[in-house]
């Protein structure tokens, strides 16, 4: 087991002083660019490794770099500490208390960025050659066989209507008309599923649910590849690093890959970065870790309003924004104008300049805003609407 307790970062990358503190379960790191949010994600990566990352350098404020990083490894505590120089040569790592040598099979690095993944040939077509070879032509393992189990899971946890039916070698005769000296290369792995319209490949899919199938597959076959035997994903107890969780995601394919893979890896530490306030919106308490820049350009971890047991879920996207990630303004600085327009019309009771800014702002807001219902009663305290021609 493997649990990241705390991390201190001070000058490396654009983080001159940060101190941060995780909890065992999920842990979402959200702020604007230049927060630091990789380079969190890449420290950790970097504890655990024995080359430092090319990606971690040391900041403007010095000439040297360093962070700590306190964690348990089966219920022991260790702290190390990891110093940069400008000078490679002078770069090292010391470890105050602990174990030495921690096996890298405890930790997952993984990234949602579509060209990392079609780099790591986690597409589709890579998975379903997987899926076959993994699964329907080697011996099963327990551990296997329990994750196979997980695998046809995920399929309807994405979406109830959709079952898992049968992957498959298949010829394809087109392949076969151009290539009949070449018998090999006319086979292709099918993944078909069963919906209320009967049963159909996985490519008639929408792209939104094969995104999220390619995420949840793609972490089973890291987890399982740790080990020749093959790790037991549900056991997992190690840390999951997910660098942007929520790009090129639908809001809805958001909160239901939280919940997913909640349920997928109930026994690990998973820390994530987002942009996105419906990642926030799917959080329990204590689950976030706000990061802010204050007026003298540092970062530092933002103070949150207090949440109840329900996390976040009850905000609205709204509220998120502002009060957890720390937008000054959701309003267009167009809107901003015409309330203005509005109120300084209102102050000087000039009802007809009053109702031609109403009309303009009842012309952008949505039409069940209830802004305009209170900008309605305003107007009618000096009888602007009584005689507009325009309603």
């Known amino acids: 087991m493997l649990k990241i307790e705390n991390l201190y970062i001070q000058n490396i990358n654009s983080l001159d002083r940060v101190d941060i503190k995780f909890n065992k379960g999920f842990n979402i790191i959200c702020g604007q660019n230049g927060t630091g949010k990789t380079t969190i994600l890449n420290c950790i990566l970097a504890s655990f490794r024995r080359k430092k990352l090319g990606i971690l350098n040391v900041n403007t404020m010095g000439n040297h770099g360093f962070w700590e990083i306190d964690y348990y490894n089966n219920d022991r505590l260790n702290s ?78 994405i979406d109830p209507n ?27 792995i099918e993944l078909f599923v069963r919906n209320h319209r009967g049963i159909i490949k996985i490519d008639q899919m929408s792209s939104g649910y094969q995104s999220v199938l390619v995420i949840l597959l793609s972490l089973v076959r890291k987890i399982e590849s740790l080990d020749r035997f093959g790790v037991s994903v549900y056991n997992f107890e190690g840390i999951l690093l997910i660098d942007e969780i929520d790009l090129y995601l639908h809001p809805e394919w958001q909160k239901k890959l939280i919940e997913i893979i909640r349920w997928l890896l109930p026994n690990a530490q998973i820390i994530t970065t987002t942009h996105s306030p419906h990642v926030i919106q799917s959080a329990k308490p204590g689950e976030i870790i706000p990061l802010g820049i204050d007026k003298y350009g540092e970062v530092y971890i933002r103070d949150l309003p207090d949440s109840s047991e329900f996390g976040y879920q009850g905000w609205t996207i709204e509220e998120i924004l502002m009060d957890v990630m720390g937008l000054k303004e959701t309003r267009s600085d167009e809107y901003k104008k015409a309330i203005k327009e509005f109120d300084k019309a209102m102050d000087n009771e000039d009802s007809n300049r009053t109702v031609k800014s109403y009309r303009r702002l009842e012309n952008m807001l949505h039409p069940n805003n209830p802004s305009l219902k209170i900008l309605r009663l305003q107007i009618a305290s000096i009888g602007g609407l009584e005689n507009d021609t325009d309603k």
Request: with cysteine; charged share 25%; aromatic share 12%.
């Open 80 to 157: 190390r500490v990891h110093y940069i120089h400008n000078d490679d040569d002078l770069n090292y790592s010391q470890h105050i208390k602990g174990d030495k040598l921690i096996s890298s099979n405890y930790i997952i690095s993984f990234s949602v960025n579509n060209r990392h993944m079609n780099a790591q040939n986690f597409g589709v077509n890579s998975l379903k050659q997987w899926l076959y070879k993994n699964y329907y032509r080697s011996d099963l393992t327990d551990s296997k066989e329990n994750n196979f189990s997980l695998v046809k899971e995920c399929f309807s946890m």
């Open 162 to 188: 959709i079952v898992f039916h049968k992957i498959e070698e298949v010829i394809d005769e087109r392949k076969l008309m151009k290539n009949q000296y070449r018998v090999d290369v006319s086979h292709s």
